[in-house]
Every structure is written in structure tokens, then in C-alpha cells.
């Protein structure tokens, strides 16, 4: 069963289903010879579904057929333009059975290939067709209805910098894309920009492969969407990929020690000035990674540490059990002498790219760490200042509710772990260190709340040194901030209260200073800080989503790639486990898992007309997207000798897909036995 099919995939790239040209052969020639796959055709710009589905007695009929189709049939137009050469049936082609999937595959008489396909070619008759009965293929110029002729115009025009464009639409506008593409660095090299390390290896991920540094499109149609619809936002994905490089730094060949059960440790304390005055100690700060759990934990040493006293060092037991978002949890507490010294060791969770809130607010240099964040020594936004004391209050209420108190709350000992976000660390240690101390818990969880004034002042103020001069600095949160927060700072620095709002610390009534009397009187602060996390939350949650759509389609190719360029599935080696026909016929060229390769090659490996690699992702993505789905359009795949096309629907795709996928499956757990 053969027809002549000529440009039947519709394509405005001429040949780019043609995955492999030889050559100049290649250049402007479409298949002579074509097989339709599934017995079914083009006829007079219609889709006709293989006739023999319906009435059996008509298989005989090949002289009519070969009498219809020939040299002097009317070149194929297309009524419904379609993309990269997928077709879109009319809604005839619904009637097609599934049998079409064993459709003999029509083989040239001169290049006839001598092996032979027995499964496939008993089935049905197969035709002789002649190649040379066959005018070469001239492309024609297909004017595709779903693009608007001024988008083309525009993409034409294309200037990153200056305006917008629509990539393409996941839906069927992959044609666009294939004529845009904003991030090209090198017009040769259109596309590669999408992926990561397209040109060259890096060691380092680069940042910013997707980045558009133009508007945003705009003036899209409902079906259409740009590449960055498809990932993860820009400056999250940067954070994140920080995050992990960093997590993964060592230093080759380092001299420090492995302590216990930790080893790779990497300091992350560079600065050479210690600071003896919080601790009495030089401390240290190391990132190392247990081979207990393989989880990477933050390691503060203290330098020259001499354990008096037993029980105090059981007292970072307590801290275990403070599990809250604002505080850096303590793990484990233990003195060694790994370093030659006898150290005390504190180990807690790791933050990976985070820094204190002095380096953040007091360090003169402009740190460019977070997107989005005020160079230092600039004004603090006072929902930034809120975004911290309702954080920090959150962790004095679980410190405090434990029978416990923070003791150190001060801007270098406040990690701020991603944007706005931070976390009271150093927790627990100097319950270790000065552990023979004489003042009350209520007096240390009363000192906690004066600390947190201070802290907020200081930020307020861009000074570690602000509580010095009280009065300047107060001066200053009057002329920046509102009344509100004033007076919260007072409240907590203990100052003579103003009067304030009913629900403000500062009113009489609320004479008692303790961490749920604070709480109470910050609630309306609490509640928009909490709104705002809702909605930093929602975002986040639509972010995964879209990376849930990503991860499907990793899974699909992962799928694919089992399958596809087995050879020892293409030879006469049979499958053990697998049932049915003998493998060799179902994966050889003419074999019914044959159309997989196929279209890898056209969702994966197309050229334009001049044989140069096409590297559309949208072209991609739109491919696996119907495949996934299963979509009832069909797609001509061409054999990469350019003598067959089999028309083949997503829907036959992934049915064979996934009989392929289990048949490995199953041949992979006989082997395991
Ligand atoms: N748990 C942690 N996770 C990730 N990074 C951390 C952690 N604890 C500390 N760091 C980082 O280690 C560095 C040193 O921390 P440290 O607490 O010693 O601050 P510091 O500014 O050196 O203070 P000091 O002046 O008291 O020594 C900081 O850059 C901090 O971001």
C-alpha cells in the first residue's frame, strides 16, 4: 500500500523532517518513494483512513491504487497547515484502527534489503513502487493560518534588547520558534542557548542560559507561551543553583582535619580578624559532611576550649529539641583534639550561601548575594525590619517555651538564609561555655528581648554601635520609621514608653515584659508578615508545578532513550522475558518499534533545508507533550535513507512506547534473577 505523498508534512521549514540528509541529495528533495504508515493517505488535500480497515476484500486492489497515485498525481497541499511536519487529521481519521501499527513498510525494489521482515510483510500485500517513476520533490511555501503574518514580520525584525516576541505556543505554534529565538548569542547557533553548556563544558553552572534581558512579550494569544513560561523563574533557579554549588565546594587537598564523623570540611569563616569578645574564644566556622547520613551540617569551633565541667556540655541536649524556622537547629555538641588543640565543637544544620545580618547590613562593600536586596549602609524598608522581629520573636517564643534562652541575639549571629528570610544561630553555646553563670532565666529571656531591640536598632540605623547613642539613634527611627515600630523598640529597649496603640507592648496594660506579652502586642505586624509568606508560599507552589511539567518530561525521554539505538535488539538476539514476535523483527528497520527511532530522529534530530541542525525546544517540547498525551494527530516520520514516511499518531507513538518500555522491563528482571 503506497501512495505518492508530496510536501504532506506541511512544513514551512522545508525538509526539516528529514533527519538526516546525505549530503546534496538532500537539498531541496523530499521523499520519492512513500510508504503511508497505517494505511492511510492523503488524497486531494483530504486524510483518508486506510480502506481495508473497514472492507477486506478491497486488498486486492493495488493496481487501482498504483493507477491513482502517480507521477501526474496533484501535488499535496494541506487544507489545516500543521507544524514541523505533524498533521492535523481531519475528523475522519478518528476510524483509524490500531492494526495500522503492522503496516508493511514499503521498500524500494532497487533498495530492497534483503533481510527479511516476516511478522510485517506476510500481513499485508506490498506494493512496487519504482523510484524513478518519481519527479523529485520540489518544497513549496505553506502559509500557516495560525500565524498572524505581522508576528512573522516581527520575528523577523527580532532584537532582544528592544522588543517583544512570542516564543511559540506549546499547542502548535513551534513553527515560531523555530524563527525566534531571543537568547541566541550566535545566529549559527540558534537554540543552543536553551540548554546548559550547549557551546562548551563548564564546571560551574551558568546562571543565566534563559535569561531574557528584554520586556517580556506581550499581546499573546491564549495558546502561546515563551520558553520561560516552561522553567522555573530566572532568580529563583540562580539561588537555587548557588545553593547547591556552594553546598558541593571543597578545596582540594585541604589540610583540615576530619572530625568524627565529618569529613570534606571547608571553612567558611574567612575572615582573619577573630572576634574573642562573644565567646571568650576564637571560633571558627566549617561546612563538612557526615558519613553517618551524607547530609552536609555547619561546624563551629571553638579554639583552645577546656571542658571543666561535664554537665555543661549536655546542656546543648536541650537545644536539640528547639525545631522552629527561625532558628539554625543544633544537632550535637563534643570537644576534640583533632586540630591539636582541645576544641569545642558545635554541629548544626548548614545554610548554604547565607551570610549574617552584619555582613549584610554593615559590611561597607555593596553585596549582590540576593537578587533584589539594598546594597549595604542603604535605608532599611521597615516591612523588612517587621519581616525580622516577628521572625526573631517566633524564635524567642519556642526558646522560651522550651525553658531556655537565646543569650546571644546580635546581627553577626543571625544567619539570613535566602531573601528576608533568617534564622538565630549559634544557639545553645554559650549555655556551654559559661555555664556556671549566676543570673535567673527570667533575667536571660528578659536580656533576650533587650538584645532583639538592640538588633533592630542597629539595622535601623546601618550601625553594629547604635545602642551607644541612644538618644541619635532614636532620633533617626522618628525621622525614618513610623510610630509603630518606634515604639516597639522602646518597648523592648525598655525605655519610657510613648503612649501608643491599644494593641502596641507599650500600653499600660501590658506592664509584663515577656516574649507572649511582645507577641500579643505585635499581632497586627504578625498577620501581615504571615499574609505575605502565604503568598510567597502560593508562588512557590505554582514554581513546582511547572517544574512537575519538566520532570514529567525528563521521565519521558529517559523513556525513550531505553528504547531507541539497541542493537542488540536490532540483531537476531532475542529478548529474554519478552513475548510476542522475535525482536529482531520488531526493532529492525522495518520492524513495528521502528517508528520510535524515527521519531526521535524528527522530534530530536531535524535539519532545515541546507541540512544544518534545527535545536528548537519548543519544537520539543511540543512533541512530547502530544506523545505523553497520547493525541490523536498524526506525524509523518521519515527514514533517514529518505525513502519511506510512515504516518504514525502520537497515540500508536506511545502505545508502542510503552510495550517497548515493558518488554524491557521484564527482560531487565530476568536478568537480574
Ligand atoms: N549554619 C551555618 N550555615 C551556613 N553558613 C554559616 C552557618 N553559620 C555561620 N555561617 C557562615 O559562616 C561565616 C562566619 O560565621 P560567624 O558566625 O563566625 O560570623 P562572623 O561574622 O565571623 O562573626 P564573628 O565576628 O563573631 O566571628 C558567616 O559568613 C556565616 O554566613
Avoid at 553552572?205 to 523563574?233: C, E, K, M, N, S
Avoid at 542603604?378 to 516591612?383: F, G
Wanted: one cysteine or more.
Amino acid at each position: 500500500m503506497a501512495a505518492a505523498f508530496a510536501g504532506g508534512s506541511g512544513d514551512s521549514r522545508r525538509g526539516v523532517s528529514s533527519p538526516r540528509p546525505k549530503g546534496r541529495e538532500a537539498k531541496n528533495t523530499f521523499c520519492r518513494n512513500v510508504t503511508i504508515y497505517g494505511h492511510c493517505r492523503y488524497e486531494n488535500s483530504e486524510f483518508v483512513p486506510c480502506p481495508y480497515i473497514h472492507d477486506p476484500s478491497k486488498l486486492n486492489q493495488n493496481e487501482n491504487m498504483k493507477k491513482r497515485f502517480n507521477v501526474d498525481s496533484p501535488s499535496f497541499t494541506p487544507l489545516q497547515a500543521s507544524t514541523n511536519g505533524s498533521m492535523t487529521p481531519t475528523p475522519r481519521s478518528a476510524a483509524i484502527s490500531p492494526k495500522a501499527a503492522n503496516a508493511a513498510v514499503f521498500t524500494p525494489k532497487s533498495q530492497r534489503s534483503t533481510t527479511s521482515t516476516p511478522s510485517l510483510q506476510n500481513k499485508e500485500p506490498v506494493p512496487e513502487w519504482h523510484p524513478q517513476e518519481f519527479a523529485e520533490f520540489v518544497p513549496q511555501t505553506f502559509e500557516n493560518p495560525m500565524v498572524d503574518s505581522n508576528a512573522q514580520a516581527h520575528a523577523l525584525s527580532y532584537d532582544p534588547f528592544n522588543t517583544s516576541t512570542a516564543l511559540s505556543s506549546i499547542t502548535g505554534a513551534a513553527h515560531q520558534a523555530s524563527a525566534i529565538n531571543p537568547y541566541a548569542q550566535d545566529p549559527t547557533l540558534s537554540g543552543a542557548s536553551y540548554y546548559q553548556n550547549a557551546a562548551s563544558f563548564q564546571s560551574s553552572p551558568a546562571y543565566h542560559l534563559y535569561w531574557p534581558v528584554g520586556p517580556q512579550p506581550t499581546g499573546l494569544l491564549a495558546y502561546q507561551r515563551t520558553a520561560h513560561d516552561f522553567f522555573i523563574p530566572d532568580a529563583l533557579r540562580e539561588d537555587l543553583q548557588k545553593k547547591a554549588e556552594i553546598a558541593r565546594q571543597v578545596v582540594p587537598n585541604s589540610t583540615i582535619p576530619p572530625i568524627e564523623q565529618f569529613h570534606s570540611l571547608f571553612c567558611l569563616d574567612t575572615t582573619a580578624q577573630k572576634n574573642q569578645s562573644l565567646f571568650g574564644y576564637n571560633t571558627w566556622v566549617y561546612k563538612a559532611v557526615s558519613s553517618k547520613d551524607g547530609n552536609t551540617y555547619a561546624l563551629r569551633r571553638l579554639e583552645n576550649f577546656r571542658l571543666t565541667n561535664e554537665t555543661a556540655i549536655r546542656s546543648a541536649q536541650a537545644w536539640k529539641r528547639i525545631l522552629n524556622g527561625s532558628v539554625v537547629t543544633v544537632h550535637e555538641a563534643f570537644t576534640t583534639r583533632a586540630f591539636g588543640d582541645s576544641s569545642l565543637i558545635i554541629v548544626t544544620d548548614y545554610h548554604p550561601n547565607s551570610k549574617t545580618l552584619a555582613e549584610e547590613h554593615f559590611k561597607q562593600a555593596p553585596m549582590q548575594r540576593f537578587h533584589g536586596r539594598q546594597t549595604a549602609s542603604s535605608h532599611v524598608p521597615e516591612q523588612v525590619l517587621w519581616g525580622y522581629i516577628v521572625q526573631l520573636a517566633s524564635a524567642l517564643k519556642a526558646i522560651h517555651g522550651s525553658g531556655l534562652a537565646a543569650r546571644l541575639i546580635t546581627p553577626s549571629k543571625v544567619l539570613l538564609t535566602s531573601k528576608n528570610r533568617i534564622r538565630l544561630n549559634a544557639c545553645g553555646i554559650l549555655d556551654v561555655v559559661q555555664s556556671e553563670n549566676t543570673r535567673s532565666l527570667a533575667e536571660l529571656q528578659a536580656d533576650d528581648l533587650l538584645q532583639l531591640g538592640r538588633l533592630i536598632l542597629s539595622i535601623a540605623n546601618n550601625q553594629p554601635s547604635a545602642h551607644v547613642n541612644m538618644q541619635k539613634s532614636m532620633d533617626y527611627i522618628t525621622r525614618g520609621y513610623t510610630a509603630r515600630l518606634k515604639e516597639c523598640v522602646q518597648w523592648l529597649l525598655n525605655l519610657q514608653p510613648t503612649p501608643g496603640t491599644p494593641s502596641s507592648p507599650t500600653t499600660p496594660g501590658a506592664m509584663q515584659k515577656d516574649i507572649d506579652t511582645f507577641l500579643g502586642g505585635i499581632a497586627d505586624q504578625m498577620a501581615t508578615v504571615f499574609d505575605s509568606e502565604l503568598h510567597a508560599q502560593d508562588t512557590l507552589v505554582n514554581t513546582l508545578a511547572r517544574e512537575l511539567e519538566s520532570s514529567r518530561l525528563v521521565r519521558l525521554m529517559a523513556k525513550l532513550n531505553f528504547i531507541n539505538e539497541r542493537p542488540e535488539l536490532d540483531a537476531s538476539q532475542h529478548v529474554p522475558g519478552s513475548t510476542g514476535p522475535s525482536p529482531s523483527a520488531m526493532w529492525a528497520e522495518t520492524g513495528e518499534r521502528y517508528y520510535l527511532k524515527l521519531f526521535r530522529d524528527y522530534v530530536f534530530h531535524q535539519v532545515d533545508a541546507n541540512g544544518h541542525p534545527v535545536i528548537n525546544l519548543a519544537h520539543v517540547l511540543d512533541c512530547l507533550n502530544k506523545l505523553d498525551a497520547g493525541a490523536d494527530e498524526k506525524v509523518a516520520l521519515i527514514s533517514r535513507d529518505e525513502q519511506n514516511v510512515l504516518v504514525v499518531s502520537y497515540r500508536e507513538l506511545k502505545r508502542g512506547m510503552e510495550s517497548s518500555f515493558q518488554d524491557l522491563v521484564r527482560a531487565g528482571r530476568q536478568s537480574g534473577k
